[in-house]
């Protein structure tokens, strides 16, 4: 995922991880690795790092299945795996796409 700017609000990462924005909130209070900045009002704001984080925790809880506490253990035992695992995924759903797009133009 490419960011195009520092922050983000929490609408705008909710539209994209399609969830609500209640989600994300109590994820922050669960994870210790999300930590959104909150302006005067305590809006907050997402950084690219945060994002990244929030793809994390959503990959193991939605698609692997862990529970909240299972993903906590995971990521406090194996972060640098994860991270990897993730930007293998990545990669792969970006060469997926790519591939069907070749595929599309060519029929």
């Given amino acids: ?63 692997r299945k862990f529970s909240i506490e299972g993903a906590k253990q995971y990521l406090k035992e194996n972060k640098q795996k994860a991270d990897t695992h993730m930007q293998l995924i990545q990669t792969l759903t970006k060469f997926r796409a790519f591939l069907l797009e070749w595929k599309a133009n060519l029929g």
């Fill in 1 to 63: 995922m490419l960011f195009a700017k520092q922050y983000y609000a929490i609408s705008e990462v909710a539209k994209w991880f399609h969830v609500n924005p209640s989600l994300l909130r109590f994820w922050e209070n669960e994870f210790d690795i999300l930590k959104p900045r909150k302006t005067r009002k305590g809006d907050r704001l997402f950084r690219p790092e945060d994002v990244k984080n929030l793809q994390l925790i959503y990959f193991l809880l939605r698609n």
